[in-house]
T-cell receptor, first 115, second 114 residues
Framework: NAGVTQTPKFQVLKTGQSMTLQCAQD?????MYWYRQDPGMGLRLIYY???????DKGEVPNGYNVSRLNKREFSLRLESAAPSQTSVYFC??????????????FGPGTRLTVL | AQSVAQPEDQVNVAEGNPLTVKCTYS??????LFWYVQYPNRGLQFLLK????DNLVKGSYGFEAEFNKSQTSFHLKKPSALVSDSALYFC????WGGGNKLTFGTGTQLKVEL
């Protein structure tokens, strides 16, 4: 039981390049989330997926797109990376809201630098 | 809108002494409160949560948190700090009936010294 896994662990991009961050969970959770962590700002929600087939914007969605590929996988895409997207990205998953399993559990993170 | 404040960027404690990491929140309705811990270069680990009921919540690694509705606070506590408790601690809140979108505080760096 690996929990939430993310790839890659580290990535360096040039401005304008694109990339996809991958996330997978093996806890049979319905909901998945993408956050970014910046110094002094805590974690901010980028996008989330309450269930397979649905996605919604969070607090800071501009410059990102997501795909809920299936129940296990939720990817985050940067179409044209900008230096302001330099951050640490975390994926999380949780059970259905209101269930005992609705605590969010986090992956190890992807450290992204955009030059 | 929901929000969380962690008023201290850093807390320093001597090993063996009690520790408190402060958190206050704001929600329209009833709160659902969490504490997470982050060790260097790692993801967030869940420590404990308050849903309803007993105001004192016990969690992992000997941590506990006290919910105070009148002061809208949810402070994290431990009776005797360990050097290994040194980490970044985040408080988070969501509102009942508001889906599962968490709002996080900015984090408090805990440093436990010998």
């Amino acid at each position: 039981n690996a929990g939430v896994t993310q790839t890659p662990k580290f990535q360096v991009l040039k401005t304008g390049q694109s990339m996809t961050l991958q996330c997978a969970q093996d806890m049979n959770h319905n909901s998945m989330y993408w956050y970014r962590q910046d110094p002094g700002m805590g974690l901010r929600l980028i996008y989330y997926s309450a269930s397979e087939g649905t996605t919604d914007k969070g607090e800071v969605p501009n410059g990102y797109n997501v795909s809920r590929l299936n129940k296990r996988e939720f990817s985050l895409r940067l179409e044209s990376a900008a230096p302001s997207q330099t951050s640490v990205y975390f994926c999380a998953s949780s059970g259905r809201t209101g269930d005992p399993t609705d605590t969010q559990y986090f992956g190890p993170g992807t450290r992204l630098t955009v030059l | 809108a929901q929000s969380v404040a962690q008023p201290e960027d850093q807390v320093n404690v001597a090993e063996g002494n009690p520790l408190t990491v402060k958190c206050t929140y704001s929600v329209s309705g009833n709160p659902y409160l969490f504490w997470y811990v982050q060790y260097p270069n790692r993801g967030l680990q869940f420590l404990l949560k308050y849903i309803t009921g007993d105001n004192l919540v016990k969690g992992s690694y000997g941590f506990e948190a006290e919910f105070n509705k009148s002061q809208t606070s949810f402070h994290l506590k431990k009776p005797s700090a360990l050097v290994s408790d040194s980490a970044l601690y985040f408080c988070a809140v969501r509102e009942w009936g508001g889906g599962n979108k968490l709002t996080f505080g900015t984090g408090t760096q805990l440093k436990v010294e010998l």
